[in-house]
């Protein structure tokens, strides 16, 4: 540590922090030092799903404090089991992993395609984000994450989004696995088409490939159903979830079909941390109250209204609304970070996805009146 070094400096300078100092938060809303609140349309990067100091994760915190257990490790049997369970009833999976990000859930993914399939091959497409460790970074679309950190894994080949013939080149015998956002997120907010999804699904079992759903951003209700996949009608054979899973402590999970888990032996993968007590317990509360009906009709609901009031922006700035559920993204005619800061001037926090898209993922409890609050907003901005 040098003299001079200061709260500040001391952080490593990988993240370009902005704005004013946060210190509390109520419902979609933060607040900061000065009092000042911000309506909140980033939610933690579609982390705070539940929006903040919400009773249901409260709760769940202080009950598994209060049974003396933050870590015990994988030697032993703890709470995980009924998270587990929780997630398998609710979709197509058979059997889950869990671990602390969604990179991590990633890397574990192509794994364990890698074991079940015995063969290397990952594909990925373009415009997706994995994460940025080695292998997930390896199949993210952004060369400027990637270059400076290459040699990556090897193995993983990016094909152009919708384009069968170059899909089929790349989809060979030797494939293990095909990563792919059912809606991207960092990428632009894209949602996929649903029969390019299907068209890829009989791909991959001509091909004896895993298809693997990354729904780290659009999972867990974020669409207006539990899973994104569900709007599709097309089931993976494994799907990565992590943001919101855990009410904003870290946790990742792959959810994955047992013909894939039946390849997968004791000290095939670990993680430390992965599935901890207090963790996988406030886990277990919050996928149950994003799964609950009234929550997820009340999304499609918002969503749609919040999509119609998007498309019908009165500014020449706006080139397409595209998004589903509550995840929504503005492409502009030009760059959109400049209409963050213009936004959060005004008391409006959005994220931007790539260079010229605004993104909204606004927590999934949002009030009609709140969003009604942001869209003027936007309006008065982008003018
Ligand atoms: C955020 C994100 C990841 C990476 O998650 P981390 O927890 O930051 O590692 C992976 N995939 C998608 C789709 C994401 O949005």
Redo the contacts with the bound molecule.
Sequence with gaps: MTATSTAATALLGVYARVGPLFTAGEGAELIAEDGTRYLDFVAG??VNALGYNHPVIRGAIERALATGLIHVSNLYRTEPERLAEELVNRGFADQVFFC???????EAAFKFARKWAGKPGIVAFSG??????FA?LAA?DRPEYRQPFEPLVPEIAIVPLGDRAATERAITGATAAVII?PV???GGVHPVDSTWLAWLRELCDARRAALIF?????GLGRTGTFFAYEQAGVVPDML?I??PLAGGL?M?AVLLKEAIGAALAPGDHATTFGGGPLVASVALEVVRALAAPELLASVRRNGEWLGARLAALPSRRVRSVRGRGLMWGIELTEPAAPFVGLARERGLLVATAGPRVLRLIPPLVVTREELERGVAILEEVLA
Aim: hydrophobic share 25%; net charge negative.
């Design positions: 990067i579609g602390n990000s969604g990179a991590e859930a990633n997706g984000f994995h994460g940025r460790l997930s993210t956002e991207q997120g960092e990354d729904e780290v951003q659009c990565t992590a943001k870290p990742g």
